[in-house]
């Protein structure tokens, strides 16, 4: 199946400081990636998704590279606040999927230090 | 408008014994999906359902069953409790089969197997 790896286990920065985190894929055919932020109990939520059609996409604070050659893609987080603080996943359909089940990476705590 | 809603919220069960867990998808969200999210680890798929039907199962055994209602909630059932069956159950719902504008997460039922 579909094999995604999330590095780094743990990150930490300096407040207002970038943060990048990365992962890798195994399926080519992969075409949908999204990252979620994970805070302490409570729930996944999606902060940013990118399609294979397209290499970057970005919402403010909070960007995606993809590169399908390579097959990795990264979350950048620039200006970081203590409130980014959270456990974050990236994530791709698991390999034959037709319908978007997605494999997880094993997660990167980030830690903002104010 | 309410999100995802899961219940119960939080479940303590003894090994051997049978549990069912509910989930209720966004108003006009007919694709539910189960993950499984042991701590420390990404959430990992277990099924997915659209139109109550099953279009997806991860790899976990038979003693996991699930299936959706008219309404598209769904319920996740599980036999013979192992003490690794504890974990985070997490319901997620989408708009389509192929979830092309993203899952949302509800909040989860914590399970522990005593």
């Known amino acids: 199946g579909e094999n995604v790896e999330q590095h780094p286990s743990t990150l930490s920065v300096q407040e207002g400081d970038s943060a990048v985190i990365k992962c890798t894929y195994s399926?080519?055919?992969?075409?949908?990636f999204p990252w979620y932020k994970q805070e302490l109990g409570k729930r996944p939520q999606l902060i940013i998704d990118i399609r294979s059609n397209v290499g970057e996409k970005k919402d403010q604070r909070i960007a995606v590279t993809l590169n399908k050659t390579a097959k990795h893609f990264s979350l950048h987080i620039t200006e970081t606040q203590p409130e980014d603080s959270a456990v974050y996943f990236c994530?791709?359909?698991?390999?034959?999927?037709?319908?978007?089940?997605?494999?997880f990476g094993s997660g990167t705590q980030l830690t903002v230090l104010p | 408008d309410a999100g995802v809603t899961q219940s119960p919220t939080h479940l303590i069960k003894t090994r051997g014994q049978q549990v069912t867990l509910r989930c209720s998808p966004i108003s006009g969200h007919k694709s539910v999906s189960w993950y499984q999210q042991v701590l420390g680890q990404g959430p990992q798929f277990i099924f997915q359902y659209y139109e109550k039907e099953e279009r997806g199962r991860g790899n976990f055994p038979d003693r996991f069953s699930a299936r959706q209602f008219p309404n598209y909630s769904s319920e996740l059932n599980v036999n013979a409790l192992l003490l690794g069956d504890s974990a985070l159950y997490l319901c997620?719902?989408?708009?389509?089969?192929?979830?092309?504008?993203?899952?949302?997460f509800g909040s989860g039922t914590r399970l522990t197997v005593v």
């Open positions: 994530a791709a359909p698991k390999r034959g999927s037709s319908a978007r089940q997605l494999t």
């Open positions: 997620a719902s989408s708009l389509d089969r192929r979830a092309n504008y993203g899952y949302t």
């Open positions: 399926d080519s055919a992969s075409n949908y």
